[in-house]
Each structure stands twice: as structure tokens, then as C-alpha cells.
């Protein structure tokens, strides 16, 4: 499913980003090759000039000038003084020259310029300038008649557009090139970002499944003792039911607390888990809460001390309930972690804009490695201890109960050995 769904985000991420990409890459050629167009004109009309103002200038034509000014520009010209032709053959075969000048004066004709009339003005030339074709080839052409000291000359410019359709064809032939990889590299990367986006989807199905399947297995063993608790109960004598109907009545107190547990877990990871803030006194919610357990810490043989500061602290705004569930969960773990003649502190204190509700023990301790681990749903830090009150969900409801109020509730080690749970809880909320 999840390959699938890779797939098909990767494909139309491509698709929109490669369609933005080719429209780009199309406007881009277009006014490259607008600019390649404009400046070849710009180029030929700065040549046409620079003819006309040495026909004007210099009363002999020098044969060596037209030829290198051919060359150079990769021109042919056809110059004629008062209607004859000038004597140069130029660089270009006769026929071709011959042909091409030819097409440009049919076509300054078919423009309403006779490039055979001399000019109208004696201190103004006339000019046309075209596009014209021949054999599937264009060329930018000239035609123009200059009036001169000793009669008129009329001159035709003609230059191919090859070199400059060359030039655009390698230019769309490099965007088109640069369009295919950035395609390729837009793929891939479409790729590799659907499968980061679908990552932690796919994670949180797997951790969803094992929360399931972790939620049926504890829901299994105490529905097991209830039935066999009940049937054993029809046949046992009765100085003998009192006995299962006890053991019944704990598991389904223990399944109780089992589903509490979950339904607060699925409130929180919904974010429908709602809060009643008020103004509470947390001196006395801890003295509340640790003599709830005297009698659990006794029977163990465990000291459960509250350590409070010697100076009243500010109230506290938030939901009391929630924060005496958290302080329950860490009391009981520590009471049911702590060999008999240790000892459970429960401290507090305020500053810096934040309380600091402290629960430390002298049990064994938690190595580093398994310190975040503890908080994750079902886990165990020691999985060959099977404590049949505890199912691994305490310290996951305890964190949600710390994100909730905008705290944080993290595991270090306590000094002198065992562990220490600290909850840091923010002033104001």
C-alpha cells in the first residue's frame, strides 16, 4: 500500500513540478531566442550603416575594403554607381551572388523600392531592409541608394541567417537537454521526499499495529482468569467460591484500569484529551497524593518522604487531576521498582517561570540506553519481570499528561543510585 502511494505522490509531484519546469524552460528559450533575433538585426542594420557612411565619405571604393567588410560580416554586396555595376566579384561563387541579389531586388521591388531609381534627395539616402528565402534558406537583406558628389550609388546587403538559426537550434537543443535532467533530478527527488513524507505515516501504522496487538495480549490474560475463575465457580464448594469470586472481581479491576489507561492514550493521540486548569496548591496536591500510597509504601517496607520547600509557593493554573494522575503513576512505579528498606522522595520546588516536581527511588535504575525507551507504550525495562499490575502504559499516560500542560517529563539518574523522574511543569500555561 505504502509503495503504491509512493508511486503515485512521487508521479504527480514530477508531473506539477515538470510541467512548471518545461513552461519555464519555453519561456526561457523564447526570449533567448527573441534576444539571439534582435541582436543579429541589430548587427546587420550597424553594418548596412557603417557601408552607406563609407560610400558617402570616400569618393573611390577600395576592392580590398569590400572584401575584408564581406568577410567579416559574412555579407555579399552589389553595388552599382549612377546604374553600372562595380567590378568585384566578391567572395561568394558569381552564380549564388548573382541569384541572391536578384531575390533581394524582386523583393525590395515587391516592398515598393526600386533599388534602379536614383534617390529622390540629394542629402538623404533611402533604404529598405527585409527577410527573404531561397532554397528553404533565409537571409537578411538591404537595399538602399545614397546620393554622392558624382551621382548616386545604389548598394544591396545580403547576409544568411544560417549561423544565426544554427545558434538558436544549439541553444534549444542545450534547454531541452537541461529540461530532460532537471526532469530526471526532479524525479528522483520526488522520490526520495515521498518516501520521507510517508515515513513517519508507515511508522506510526507499524507502532499502531503493535499497539494493538500489545492491547489485545494484556485484555487476553485477564479475560482468561475471569473464565476460568467462573467456571471453576460452578463447581467449587462453597467455603471455595468466595475465593474465585475475589479473584474475578481483581482482574476485571485490573482490565478496568487496563482500558483507563488505553482510552486515555487514544484521547491524547487524537487531541480530544481535555483539560480543566485551575489554581492549584501543589504542596498540597503532593501531600494528597503520597498519602494515598502510605499504606502500599508500608506494606512494602518502603519510606515514601514528601520534601516540600520551607517557603509557600505560587499557585499553580492547571487541571489538578491530570497532575495527581502523573504524580500517582510515578509513586507507584517507583514503590513497585524499590527493593524493600529503600526509600521514594517526592520533591518540589519553583523558579525560573516553572515548577520542578521531582520522584526519585533506590531501585535498581534504568541504563541509559532504555531511558526514553520506558516512556514508549508497553515497553518494560526489565521484560522477564511480568508485574501483573503494571502493563507498560503508566509512563506513556504520564508524558501525554506533561505534553499536555506544555511540560516535559524526562528519566535520569538518581544520586547514590536508582532513578529519578523529573517534571517540569511551566508556570503559566
Known amino acids: 500500500m505504502f509503495e503504491r502511494a509512493r508511486h503515485m505522490l512521487a508521479l504527480q509531484c514530477t508531473l506539477i513540478t515538470g510541467i512548471i519546469l518545461l513552461a519555464m524552460a519555453a519561456a526561457f528559450s523564447l526570449v533567448s531566442q527573441r534576444q539571439l ?16 557612411y563609407h560610400l558617402r565619405s570616400q569618393p573611390v571604393l577600395d576592392h580590398t575594403w569590400l572584401s575584408q567588410t564581406e568577410n567579416n560580416g559574412a555579407l555579399i554586396l552589389a553595388i552599382e554607381l549612377n546604374g553600372a555595376p562595380l ?43 527585409f527577410l527573404f528565402s531561397d532554397s528553404g534558406e533565409r537571409f537578411r537583406a538591404a537595399c538602399a541608394v545614397v546620393p554622392l558628389d558624382s551621382g548616386w550609388a545604389n548598394i544591396t546587403v545580403v547576409r544568411s541567417m544560417a549561423p544565426e538559426r544554427a545558434q538558436i537550434s544549439a541553444q534549444f537543443w542545450a534547454f ?9 533530478l526532479l524525479a528522483l527527488f520526488s522520490w526520495g521526499f515521498a518516501g520521507h513524507v510517508l515515513r513517519p505515516i508507515q511508522e506510526s501504522q507499524k507502532k499502531q499495529a503493535a499497539f494493538i496487538a500489545a492491547a489485545s495480549h494484556e485484555l487476553r490474560s485477564p479475560l482468561a482468569v475471569i473464565h476460568s475463575g467462573l467456571t471453576a465457580l460452578q463447581e467449587a464448594p462453597p467455603d471455595r467460591a468466595e475465593h474465585f469470586r475475589v479473584l474475578a472481581d481483581g ?6 484500569r487496563l482500558v483507563g489507561d488505553l482510552l486515555s492514550l487514544a484521547n491524547a493521540d487524537s487531541g480530544s484529551w481535555s483539560m480543566l486548569p485551575g489554581e492549584v496548591e501543589l504542596e498540597t496536591l503532593v501531600l494528597t497524593v503520597c498519602e494515598g500510597f502510605e499504606a502500599q509504601a ?4 518502603i519510606q515514601l518522604t514528601p520534601l516540600l520547600p520551607a517557603q509557600p509557593l ?32 517526592v520533591s518540589i520546588s519553583a523558579g525560573e517561570g516553572r515548577f520542578l516536581l521531582l520522584v526519585s527511588d533506590t531501585g535498581p535504575g534504568v541504563p541509559d540506553d532504555q531511558k526514553e525507551q520506558i516512556f514508549q507504550r508497553f515497553y518494560r525495562a526489565d521484560p522477564s519481570r511480568r508485574d501483573r499490575s503494571h502493563y507498560g502504559l503508566g509512563l506513556s499516560v504520564a ?31
Open 176 to 184: 531541452g537537454a537541461l529540461t530532460l535532467l532537471g526532469l530526471g
Open 251 to 256: 482482574e476485571c479491576l485490573r482490565m478496568s
Open 314 to 345: 505560587p499557585r499553580c493554573h492547571c487541571d489538578g487531576e491530570r497532575v495527581a494522575q502523573l504524580l500517582s503513576i510515578l509513586i507507584d512505579n517507583g514503590l513497585s521498582y524499590t527493593p524493600a528498606g529503600g526509600r521514594v522522595e
Open 87 to 129: 567590378l568585384y566579384s566578391g567572395a561568394t561563387r558569381l552564380e549564388d551572388r548573382d541569384r541572391l541579389v536578384a531575390l533581394a531586388w524582386a523583393s525590395a521591388l515587391s516592398q515598393g523600392f526600386d533599388p534602379m531609381q536614383p534617390p529622390d534627395s540629394r542629402l538623404q539616402d533611402q533604404e529598405v531592409r
Open 399 to 429: 508524558r501525554e499528561i506533561a505534553a499536555l500542560h506544555n511540560g516535559s517529563l524526562t528519566l535520569s539518574d538518581a544520586p547514590g543510585g536508582g532513578a529519578r523522574f523529573v517534571f517540569v511543569l511551566p508556570q503559566s500555561q
Open 37 to 52: 533575433s534582435e541582436k543579429a538585426d541589430a548587427s546587420f542594420q550597424s553594418d548596412v550603416n557603417a557601408i552607406l
Open 298 to 301: 508500608r506494606q512494602a517496607d
